[in-house]
């Protein structure tokens, strides 16, 4: 139990928005398990070669319910897990400690260290976020071997977990029952536990400054809003806290009548509220939490993690069930067009190398250049189409002529499905994201082109502030660079609103989910806002309480 019953505060980066009281649980310093003197190479390397044959099976069954519960991007991690259970340089090092004399747990953690070591060393911040996942899978084969770890027994009370890094595999597995919100010395926003804890809807506080197993037990308030921990809140806290948890229960329940309300402003505007999403399992949430329609399908996440690529049959299937599950939806299901390349690889494209692949060939340049890859996906599209309202949305625009070519396309392959008596919905919507300065200060004449745009504010963000949305370090030019872009969401606006009544904006990058813009999105011009599943509430909440 902590000693010391001094109020004080850490702070670091929040991830998500709500404050919650639990009592500090380290898992820091984890027990070293019990010393083992080898038994003999034969033996040892037998045990670790069924331990890590249990480890995978174990792994496969958790991205199987991670791909469930939060979809393909969040069960990435196990795909990810797998591979490194898989590889060679992680068994031969085991097997090497091994015939040294070392234990299987010594030789596996020995190991694990090893290899950690080295992704830690790289450049790359995804690749050296893989440091986590090691560490992870080294520590699973251990626990394997030597019949699991002790789990300490809770007194009841909700918990905040404090480590040094939690591993994706930890944070999947939160008894969300218990844990009621979870703090780390390390990570990053962009990491796979981040991107967890938001589609877990679990406050978080990451590179939160350190402190010591001492406070372990001691009551704490996570507040990931004010992206602070106080440790031994003050009475005073305790009160206020307590009062935002009674608002807060309120206002879920408040929220959940929501999801059959429209996002209408006070003064009568209506906004078209749509989800993001990247799978049919997210597209069920989104469902469920009452999305008028999808206003982002990010196709390209039925692509990644495999080896090979998905055909026109089963890119078909996924179109069609999202169409059909939205049909009796008022907005459309808009599925973006392939959008690969800068951090998002397909290694089955066997792309060149590129020295600046964010300005490179990614977007709707990569499939403009592989038409069979590109017609592939506009049939399985159109095809869906015949299912419920759906439209087509080509990501990186920069200028007219990548649209015009893609209507020809579009074009063509509706002429062959009419030859083969396929049906499609003749009259499907073509839209574009602006990512790209360009595609913004150009919009009223890429508007002749088009139906409709979304603005990729994570893109544009990037493009405009010449920021790599990736780069952690860049994270200070955040709150300078809204205003750059707000203006060039307006004069996008402008254009695309003077060229045709009809013709109308979305928002579907992070911007769209940050309640502080919702105001100022709406006044710029957007029309519809489209955000991750767990956001949807929050915002129509948002738009309804505007005047
Ligand atoms: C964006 O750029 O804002 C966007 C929605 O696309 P993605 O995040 O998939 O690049
Ligand atoms: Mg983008």
């Known amino acids: 139990m902590n000693s010391i019953a001094k109020p004080s505060l850490f702070r670091g980066i929040g991830i998500g928005e709500t404050a919650v009281y639990g009592k500090i649980r380290f898992i820091g310093e984890k027990k070293p398990a019990p010393e083992r003197k080898s ?62 004399g070392l234990s299987a747990p010594d030789a596996v953690r020995e190991a694990g260290e090893s290899l950690a070591g080295i992704f830690e060393g790289l450049e790359d911040e995804y690749l050296s976020a893989r440091a986590a996942d090691m560490r992870d899978i080294s520590s699973r084969v251990c626990s394997i071997i030597t019949g699991g770890e002790d789990e300490r027994e809770g007194d009841g009370s909700p918990e905040i977990i404090v480590c040094r890094d939690l ?92 999801a059959a309300l429209p996002a209408v402003t006070k003064s009568g505007r209506r906004i078209a509220l749509y989800a993001n999403i990247g799978s049919t399992a997210e597209a069920e949430a989104a469902y469920r939490a009452g999305a008028e329609g999808i206003g982002l399908f990010r196709s390209e996440f039925l692509f990644i993690g495999r080896d090979d690529l998905p055909g026109e049959e089963e890119q078909f299937e996924a179109y069609r069930d999202v169409a059909s599950l939205f049909a009796d939806r008022a907005g459309p299901v808009v599925i973006r067009t392939l959008d690969i390349g800068a951090d ?25 250049s592989r038409p069979e890859l590109f017609r592939t996906q506009i049939r399985a599209i159109l095809r869906a189409s015949a299912y419920g309202k759906t439209a087509i949305m080509l990501p990186m625009i920069t200028c007219s002529d990548e649209i015009a070519r893609t209507k020809r396309i579009i074009s063509e392959e509706k002429n062959r499905l009419r ?31 088009c139906d409709f745009f979304s603005v990729g504010t994570n893109d544009l963000f990037q493009y405009t502030l010449a920021a790599d949305r990736q780069n952690h370090r860049l994270a200070y030019l955040e709150e300078g660079g809204v205003e750059p872009v707000m203006r060039l969401i307006k004069l996008a606006s402008e254009g695309i609103h003077s060229a045709g009544e009809d013709k109308w904006l979305g928002i579907c990058g992070e911007m769209a989910a940050d309640v502080k813009l919702t105001e100022t999105l709406l006044a710029a011009g957007a029309d519809e806002l489209s955000v991750s599943p767990p956001y949807l509430s929050r915002i129509k909440d948002r738009v309804r309480g505007i005047d």
């Open 39 to 100: 038994r003999g190479a034969a033996a040892e390397k037998r045990e670790f070669d069924a331990a890590l044959t249990q480890a995978r099976a174990e792994t496969s069954a958790l991205y199987r319910k991670t791909l469930a519960a939060a979809g393909k991007e969040a069960a990435s991690i196990f795909e990810i897990h797998e591979m490194l259970l898989c590889d060679p340089d992680f068994i031969d090092l085991v097997h090497s400690g091994i015939s040294k």
């Open 167 to 258: 591993t994706p595999g930890d944070t999947v597995k939160l008894d969300t029952e218990r844990v009621a919100g979870f703090v780390t010395f390390a990570g990053s926003v962009n990491s796979h536990t981040a991107i967890l804890a938001r589609a877990m809807d679990i406050p978080a506080l990451i590179r939160a400054e350190e402190f010591g197993p001492e406070l372990d037990g001691a009551p704490a308030i996570l507040d990931a809003q004010a992206a602070s921990l106080s440790v031994n809140p003050t009475p005073e806290e305790m009160l206020k806290l307590a009062e935002s948890l009674q608002r807060r229960e309120a206002e879920r329940s408040r929220l959940r009548t929501l």
């Open 344 to 368: 998002k690889s397909l290694p089955a494209l066997r792309l060149d190398a590129e020295e600046n692949p964010a300005l490179g060939m990614r977007g709707i340049r990569l499939c403009l």
């Open 419 to 449: 030859f083969e008596e396929v049906a499609f919905d003749e009259s499907i919507g073509l839209g574009i994201m602006i990512e790209t300065p360009a595609a913004a200060i150009m919009a009223h004449e890429l508007a002749r082109e």
